[in-house]
């Protein structure tokens, strides 16, 4: 971290289910998780009631308490530019057409879509070594 890193989604709506995913040579996981968020929000052709879960409580807390306080203050903070802003904002974006509740989910602890997740991940990262 930094390094070659992947991004994954799966997608709900009753009976249907699809899987996204991706990666990058040079990224972060931080920069990975708000990927996943922005791709899975921007493959959605309408607006729709999303539950978002994830593992990452940067991203949630992020979103939920800090990105407020982020655009009140011109994106920055007390250190400086936000880090991620530009996925930030995308996320954002994405979030104002949608209903999203977010919701935790804990890392590596048997959640079939989490689980998925991480190899559709790892895959990903293949992808980019080669």
Sequence with gaps: NPGVGGWAAVLMSGE???EISGGASETT???????AACE???ALKQACEVTL???SEYMK????EWLPKWKKNGWKTREGK???D???KRLDEQVQRHHVRWEWVRGHSGVEENERCDE???VAIDGQRG
């Design 16 to 18: 249907k289910r699809r």
């Design 29 to 35: 996981n931080n920069r990975m998780e708000l990927t």
């Design 40 to 42: 899975a929000l921007e």
């Design 53 to 55: 879960h994830t593992d």
């Design 61 to 64: 807390r992020g979103y939920t």
């Design 82 to 84: 936000v880090k991620n």
């Design 86 to 88: 530009d996925l930030w």
């Design 120 to 122: 559709l991940v790892r």
